[in-house]
C-alpha cells in the first residue's frame, strides 16, 4: 500500500458521495490529457491509507485534498494547484493564489457547507467507468 510520501501522480481526494465534488471529478478528467491527476473517495480506505497521518481530515467530507510530490494542499490551495495542472487556460486561474488564503477558503468553506442543499448527494459513491478506471487508485496501487 502507498503512503502519500510515495506516489506517482497527484492524487485528488474528494468526497465521493457529493454530486458537485463528483462532477468536478469529471470535468478534471476532460482538462487532464496526460492523465496527471489520479483519484481516490475521502471515504476510501485508500484516503484513509495515503492521508492517515491526520485520520480526523479523511472523515470529515468538506475540503478537497490534493496529496501532491509529498505534500498536503486543503481547500482553495488544493483547488488552484489542480487548475494550475490542468490543460489550456485553466492554469491562469492559478494567479487567484495571491487572494490571501483566509478570504479564499472563506469562499471555498461557505460553498462546501452548503454544497448538498444546492446539489445534492448519492447514496454511494460513483463507480468509474472502464475508460477512466485506471486513475482510480485502489488498495492495488
Known amino acids: 500500500m502507498q503512503n502519500k510520501k510515495d506516489v506517482d501522480h497527484p492524487i485528488v481526494l474528494f468526497d465521493g458521495v457529493c ?3 463528483n ?12 492523465g496527471r491527476f489520479h483519484f481516490a473517495s475521502l471515504q476510501s480506505d485508500v484516503a484513509a491509507n495515503l492521508y492517515g497521518d491526520n485520520p480526523s481530515k479523511t472523515t470529515s467530507p468538506d475540503s478537497i485534498i490534493l496529496l501532491e510530490d509529498g505534500r498536503t494542499y ?12 490542468l490543460d489550456g ?3 491562469g486561474l492559478y494567479i487567484f493564489i495571491v487572494v490571501p488564503r483566509f478570504i479564499r477558503d472563506g469562499v471555498y ?9 444546492w446539489f445534492g448527494k448519492q447514496e454511494t459513491c460513483m463507480i468509474p467507468t472502464p475508460e477512466i478506471r485506471s486513475r482510480f487508485v485502489d488498495q492495488g496501487e
Open 19 to 21: 454530486n458537485v465534488c
Open 23 to 34: 462532477g468536478a471529478v469529471q470535468w478534471i478528467i476532460r482538462h487532464d490529457q496526460q
Open 74 to 85: 486543503m481547500e482553495s490551495t488544493a483547488v488552484l494547484r489542480i487548475c494550475k495542472g
Open 89 to 91: 487556460w485553466w492554469k
Open 109 to 117: 468553506r461557505w460553498f462546501a457547507r452548503n454544497r448538498y442543499r
